[in-house]
């Protein structure tokens, strides 16, 4: 394995983690809930009384933030080296994973794992080994 120095960013990497951490705790302070997106989106299906315009707001947000950033900076390019089916084969999965985690990285990895939840922290494991394990067939095996 090398590491692509030149492409290196770890203080705009260091920054948005900050941004994260630092959103899913304001969110959690003043809401009360925690900042997983399945969750949250998963929500706005079928929303509870007063959920709607918070979960709205949210997932403006989310779709709003690479649209702002491109004001100060440029995006970063978008390559997707596989087909349409391999991309809704994997968001298939992903969803089911979700369902059946009780959650996503970003509710039990960011949020779980700052409370220190036991739940969470199997969630992330299970979710991280997944993906290497997932990387490892599809690059060394099926390639």
């Known amino acids: ?13 260091l920054a948005g983690g900050v941004l ?11 809401n009360g809930r925690i900042a997983g997106i399945s969750g949250i989106i998963g929500g706005l299906l079928r929303p509870k009384q007063g959920d709607l315009a918070w979960r709205s707001a949210f997932l403006i947000g989310l ?3 690479p649209w702002l950033y491109q004001t100060v900076a440029p995006l ?4 997707i080296d596989t087909g349409s089916g391999m991309l809704v084969i994997a968001g298939l999965l992903v969803g089911i994973g979700t369902r059946y985690g009780s959650g996503c990285t970003s509710g039990h990895g960011v949020c779980g794992i700052s409370r220190l939840s036991p739940r969470s922290l199997v969630a992330t494991a ?5 993906g290497f394990v997932t990387v490892f067939i599809v690059r060394h095996l099926l390639a």
């Open 1 to 13: 394995m090398t590491i692509d120095w030149i492409h290196l960013t770890p203080y705009s990497a």
């Open 76 to 79: 970063p390019e978008i390559r």
């Open 126 to 130: 299970a979710f991280m080994l997944t």
């Open 20 to 30: 994260i951490g630092l959103a899913a705790a304001i969110f959690v302070l003043l």
């Open 63 to 65: 779709l709003a933030a």
